[in-house]
């Protein structure tokens, strides 16, 4: 026996232990780990996720329950002059699936819960607590010929407990409480009608009316149950859309829509905090500003179009050269602003890299080939000029300086802040 025992319980370990609950798609743990991007999901696979998820861990409170149940069990086994192999061989396979189904919960608690291995979970689970569940719709059966009323009265109650604690327990997957019902009370009904006493006419009667009344009570929960989780699953999809649709907003208020540079605004609300900064911990500030040599002529020559493919190049030759800490914006038109929290001594090699960087032709989409060049005029705070407006200014005037004096070159600012 005990052999055999050993067996019967290795094999249903190693049974749980190979189950694949592995899986690639992120989250149903969304609500606790605060997320990850479950964007990826429909609003149905995260409620399905969050379903599964809330039917898991009530294993610990409902196991006492049942210990408690299968305990009673035991005492009315007694009273009945059950055998006390087979009171042991109940109570031991009760004990031992109550094992399993805390073991699989612990797994569970572990894993990641995902759209490919959420069903695995699910069958796992129910399976086990169908089986534990049948363990007690055994019970009447297992009772001597004849057996005594209150005993049938007493396993009768036991049923019920289980029935409805399931149903409270576990309203998020219908399917569950009523299979329980179908394990636990179909059978005690079935042995019921089979006394045909009076007694157990009015046994059989109480059950068929309260397996309805529970059973309707905990539909009715589970549909709000579940629409509640529709309800948040759908607010927190609501909630994205926003953030997506701001995030969106933010990125149109503060970037140049054709080069994806940050446009203007943004680069005079950053110069703004730079000036701050460096007035608190005195240290320079670099602003240049940039304009294309003729470039009316490249849209007059090839139109438009070619003069976006033109800025768009220029826009990621700049991006390459500068670092993550410094800034370049589209200012408009064919000007550029690039701006540092450094000295001119640190990016005096700057300004020649990138006339040579603009100088590089470039392919339109209909195979033509343009050459482009650059005047670029160097302020710094804060010999410069003391605000922002004073620095692009002083930086647009030297600018202008390069392009009289014969273009493609770059010009340090003579201006003095007053």
Not at 27 to 55: M, Q
Not at 69 to 84: H, Q, S, T
């Amino acid at each position: 026996m005990g052999l055999t025992w050993h067996r019967i319980t290795s094999g249903f370990i190693r049974i749980l232990k190979s189950l694949d609950f592995d899986g690639d798609i992120l989250l149903a743990h969304h609500h606790e780990l605060g997320i990850v991007n479950v964007s990826r999901l429909s609003v149905s696979e995260r409620v399905y996720l969050e379903r599964v998820r809330l039917f898991f861990g009530h294993a610990g409170s409902n196991g006492i329950a049942i210990f408690i149940g299968a305990g009673l069990m035991i005492g009315a086994f007694w009273g009945a002059k059950v055998p006390v192999l087979v009171m042991a061989i109940w109570f031991g396979f009760t004990s031992f699936m109550v094992a399993c189904i805390l073991y699989l919960e612990a797994l569970f608690k572990k894993s990641t819960l995902t759209v490919q291995n959420a069903k695995k979970w699910l069958v796992g689970r129910v399976s086990l607590g169908l089986v534990l569940c049948s363990l007690f719709g055994l019970t009447p059966f297992l009772l001597p010929e004849p057996a005594r009323i209150q005993d049938e009265m007493f396993t009768f109650i036991i049923m019920l407990s289980m029935m409805t604690v399931a149903a409270i327990s576990y309203s998020v997957i219908p399917m569950y409480y009523f299979s329980v019902n179908a394990v636990t009370m179909v059978p005690l009904t079935v042995y019921l009608v089979n006394q045909s006493t009076t007694m157990h006419d009015l046994l059989v009667l109480t059950s068929v009316i309260i397996q309805i009344a529970v059973l309707k009570s905990a539909w009715a929960v589970s549909k709000t149950t579940i629409s509640a989780v529709h309800l948040t699953e759908d607010l927190q999809n609501e909630m994205a859309q926003h953030e997506e649709t701001k995030s969106q907003l933010e990125r149109m208020a503060s970037q140049d829509s054709l080069t994806k540079l940050p446009n203007r605004r943004a680069l005079e609300d950053r110069l703004e905090m730079m000036v701050s900064e460096a007035r608190r911990y005195d240290h320079q500030i670099t602003v240049m500003f940039m304009d294309l040599d003729d470039f009316k002529k490249v849209n007059d020559q090839f139109g438009h179009d070619a003069g976006d493919t033109v800025l768009q190049e220029v826009a990621q030759r700049l991006r390459a050269l500068i670092r993550e800490s410094d800034m370049v914006a589209r200012y408009g038109g064919d000007e550029f602003v690039f701006i540092s929290a450094n000295g001119i001594a640190s990016h005096d090699g700057l300004a020649p890299r990138i006339l040579e960087a603009l100088a590089k032709p470039i392919e339109l989409t209909n195979g033509k080939v343009v050459s482009t060049f650059g005047s670029i005029g160097i302020a710094q705070f804060p010999e410069n000029g003391e605000n922002s407006e004073a620095l692009i200014t002083a930086a647009d005037e030297s600018m202008y300086i390069v392009k009289k004096t014969g273009k493609s070159g770059f010009s340090l600012s003579e201006n003095q802040a007053a």
